[in-house]
């Protein structure tokens, strides 16, 4: 089982950064895909990017493509978002998920392992 833990969400004006963290404990974090989603008020949670256990594969959401840079350090067990060009609607809670030996796809249930989540607020 792995344990994974998000930092860095905060509240910031339209067209700010900001970088999320997601610390892994308790597997090798090399062995995991890992990735990032997000959950608005009222809405179903959904895919943002992620990154195959391999590193061969990268995925990101059309809406975040171009704006959101997905990375992972191994040694440090790991996983950032780089999120730049922030829009009012990308205000969500956002979440870190890992799955063993995984590919870089983005379905929320194909995900076994989660964390508690970060508040993003972008305000307009």
């Known amino acids: 089982q792995v344990q994974l833990v998000e930092s860095g969400g905060g509240l910031v004006q339209a067209g700010g950064s900001l970088r999320l963290s997601c610390a892994a404990s308790?597997?090798?974090?090399?062995?995991?895909?890992m990735g990032w989603f997000r959950q608005a008020p009222g809405k179903e949670r959904e895919f943002v990017a992620a990154?195959?256990?391999?590193?061969?594969?990268?995925n990101y959401a059309d809406s975040v493509k171009d704006r959101f840079t997905i990375s992972r350090d191994n040694a440090k067990a790991t996983l950032y978002l780089q999120m730049n060009s922030l829009k009012p609607e990308d205000t969500a809670v956002y979440y870190c998920?890992?799955?063993?030996?995984?590919?870089?796809?983005?379905?929320?249930?194909?995900?076994?392992?989660w964390g508690q989540g970060t508040q993003v607020t972008v305000s307009s």
């Open positions: 308790g597997r090798t974090f090399s062995r995991y895909a």
């Open positions: 998920a890992a799955r063993a030996y995984g590919s870089s796809n983005g379905v929320a249930s194909s995900w076994d392992y």
């Open positions: 990154r195959s256990w391999s590193g061969d594969s990268t």
